[in-house]
């Protein structure tokens, strides 16, 4: 049963120190999202790549957060330095181009 | 602005009860997925349905592209149908890239047993 993972599931971390989420997309697909929920804007879409390249970060803060994909079967999500209003679950997805997206479980991330 | 809005905000339900909710979306689609999201805060997918109807066992749905709306149904509902109801949207002439998923802001749904 291929899954969307996200390591890790879990983060606590002070203000101003960096913070880097992994995802493993599903293999085979060629499209990875990143996006981010939270109780005052709800599920929003940060960036996303296809074949590695990416082809949109308008919804990423760009002076602090950066998304790469390494490889086919890694992307990474990093925020540098983190403050207190990025604490949030980050969740990547992955799918073919325009079909079904499948979402991981998610990273809940607190900014102390 | 491109808009996703799901009605009802907020439904309980006792056991067996049936609903629908809606997603009404404000521009041509790409895509549009109807999601749960279960208690601990996994999101599951329901139906990929841009048009058309689909069934899968007590879950049903419906996309009329033409008239920017998307129906959920729900029949015979058991407590574990409780979660947040989900309705995200992928806009065909978005400013950005086209696959990416606008969401509704979800149909908070308890059901009692």
């Known amino acids: 049963d291929a899954r969307v993972t996200q390591t890790p599931r879990h983060k606590v971390t002070e203000m101003g120190q960096e913070v880097t989420m992994r995802c493993q997309p599903i293999l085979g697909h060629n499209t990875v999202f990143w996006y981010r929920q939270t109780m005052m804007q709800g599920l929003e879409l940060l960036a996303y790549f296809r074949n590695r390249a990416p082809l949109d970060d308008s919804g990423m803060p760009k002076d602090r957060f950066s998304a790469e994909m390494p490889d086919a079967t890694l992307a990474t999500l990093k925020i540098q330095p983190s403050e207190p209003r990025d604490s949030a679950v980050y969740f990547c997805?992955?799918?073919?181009?325009?079909?079904?997206?499948?979402f991981g479980p998610g990273t809940r991330l607190t900014v102390l | 602005g491109i808009q996703v809005e799901q009605s009802p905000p907020d439904l309980i339900l006792q056991e067996g009860a049936n609903s629908t909710l809606r997603c009404n979306f404000s521009d041509s689609v790409n895509n549009l997925q109807w999601f749960h999201q279960n208690p601990w805060g996994q999101l599951i997918n329901l139906f990929y349905?841009?048009?058309g109807t689909k069934q899968n066992g007590r879950l049903s749905a419906t996309t009329v592209a033409t008239e920017r709306y998307s129906l959920l149904y729900i029949s015979s509902s058991q407590t574990t149908d409780s979660g947040v109801y989900f309705c995200?949207?992928?806009?065909?002439?978005?400013?950005?890239?086209?696959?990416?998923?606008?969401f509704g802001k979800g149909t908070h749904l308890i059901i009692q047993p």
């Open positions: 349905i841009p048009s």
């Open positions: 995200a949207v992928a806009f065909m002439y978005s400013g950005g890239g086209a696959d990416g998923l606008t």
């Open positions: 997805a992955s799918g073919l181009v325009l079909d079904t997206q499948y």
